[in-house]
């Protein structure tokens, strides 16, 4: 595999940026599966590569892993700050096929706050996603934000994510998104994970609830875990063997 640190402009953000970015060193890059590995809320675009063995799952499937970085920005379109949410689901694939040829299939994972970001780019644009993974998600995300009430730095900080109300609207709450996504054709695949002693785990289970009765095609795994990275490092080879198949060898 091929691994690289990428610092580049986006017209969007209107400021340079970064990703980390493993490319198959076999086969044709236009025809690899593409993962968008999204980060959490206290890391960079380089905690999956420092803290997983994500380039030894990608080795073992045969994909391609783009790790962005968004800073704090919950996946969001800030109202006040940057539109990341717009750069995450619509500049950084155009940017990634120009540069790297990459237009496979497309799948968007991620942890936390990137696994809230992972479910929120599928339920908005479920056509250009042909699987999504998402582990200890901020699953409710209105009850996060109204959280954050008593930490003011935090409250601070959302307030210029969601509005001084702190009131994230329906298209940044993953129970609406799904209701109106429900029943459509071009839907993904789920696959969804989440630790048993994780604080997130209730509005997980919420949220998994939520999904099968709207009929989604949703795999929810539970297991014993905590939010920590020995759990996410299992869930993503774990979510590699559900969407990619049989490993090829080491």
């Known amino acids: 595999m091929a691994f690289l640190r990428c610092d580049f402009s986006s017209k969007t953000l209107q400021m340079a940026t970064s990703a980390q970015i493993i490319l198959p060193d076999e086969g044709n890059l236009a025809e690899a599966p593409v993962v968008y590995l999204l980060h959490g809320l206290s890391d960079n675009c380089t905690g999956w590569q420092r803290y997983t063995a994500v380039e030894r799952y990608a080795r073992q499937y045969g994909v391609a892993v783009v790790m962005p970085e968004v800073q704090r920005s919950f996946y969001t379109d800030m109202r006040q700050g940057l539109p990341y949410f717009t750069y995450i689901s619509s500049e950084l694939p155009q940017i990634c096929a120009r540069m790297f040829g990459l237009r496979g299939k497309t799948y968007v994972m991620g942890l936390s706050m990137g696994g809230y970001g992972a479910l929120k780019c599928a339920l908005r644009s479920p056509a250009r996603y042909a699987g999504v993974a998402a582990f200890s998600s901020v699953a409710d995300l209105a009850e996060y934000v109204q959280s954050s009430k008593d930490n003011s730095a935090l ?31 071009d839907l993904p695949p789920f696959f969804l994970t989440c630790g048993e002693q994780d604080a997130l785990a209730e509005m997980n289970k919420r949220l998994e609830a939520h999904l099968n009765r709207l009929g989604y095609l949703l795999r929810f795994e539970w297991a014993p875990g905590a939010h920590d990275w020995a759990f996410w490092d299992s869930s993503v080879q774990k979510a590699f063997h559900y969407f990619f198949g049989i490993k090829k060898e080491p």
């Open 155 to 185: 409250e601070h900080e959302f307030a210029a994510l969601f509005g001084s109300d702190l009131q994230p609207n329906e298209q940044e709450d993953l129970f609406s998104l799904a209701e109106k996504c429900a029943g459509r054709s």
